[in-house]
């Protein structure tokens, strides 16, 4: 019988708590790496670790326990807008191009 830790108060509550924590502290470290490497390489980064580790979680939620691929019906009946959501993140990174982020020590 499967566990559902949503339904729980307690744990729900702590992931919304360490969701804000990890989203304030993420501004701060990306912020460093752009200060100690370069404005171009700190988005990379987060882009390239976040794929990763999404499709970490995404085949451990396939195959180990046992969510359902989308059907071609499910994807063409979702709107276009809901497909442009990554495309506006990843606008932020080039925003930050005209602002001299790199200092040389």
Known sequence: MAVD??????F???????????LALQAGCNAS???HTSRTFSPLWSFV??????LIFFAVDV??????L?????????PGYAWIGKLLVAQTG???WPQKTHEHF
């Open 63 to 68: 195959t180990r326990l046992g969510t359902p």
């Open 5 to 10: 830790l949503l339904s729980n108060i307690v």
């Open 49 to 54: 670790s976040g794929t990763i580790f999404t």
């Open 33 to 35: 790496l752009a200060r």
């Open 94 to 96: 080039p925003m930050a």
């Open 70 to 78: 989308p059907n071609q019906q499910q994807l063409l009946s979702a």
């Open 12 to 22: 729900s509550g702590f992931l919304i708590i360490s969701a804000g924590v990890t």
